[in-house]
């Protein structure tokens, strides 16, 4: 199981991921994702902790993205580890996703 945990930073509400994220546990990752969309207009998903990211954690993160976008919401991934930059490339997503270093920037 990983590490799914939801908090406020700044005017971002902020869900830090860690551990694989894999089909086992990518619906409390959704979920955890469209809450916070629904909770707040600006929503940042860490990466930072995450080893291992399969396509059910990708498509959350999707969807997240799409709800963000139809909402006029903004929606970045913040701290991306290696091994989810190489996912986002491979499927080309890392140019479709606001990818940044850190939330302040």
Do not use: H
Not at 16 to 30: A, C, F, K, P, T
Not at 41 to 66: H, K, M, W
């Amino acid at each position: 199981m990983g590490q799914c945990i939801t908090e406020n930073v700044g005017d971002y509400r902020v869900i830090r991921l860690g551990g694989e994220v894999d089909m086992s546990w990518s619906q409390e990752v959704r979920k955890a994702v469209l809450d916070a969309l629904d909770k707040s207009p600006r929503v940042a998903v860490n990466l930072a902790g995450v080893s291992y990211i399969d396509s059910s954690g990708i498509a959350a993160l999707v969807e997240g993205f799409q709800r963000a976008r139809g909402k006029g919401q903004s929606f970045v991934l913040v701290e991306c580890s290696s091994a989810v930059l190489a996912v986002l490339k491979l499927a080309r997503l890392d140019k479709v996703f606001t990818l940044r270093e850190r939330i302040e920037d």
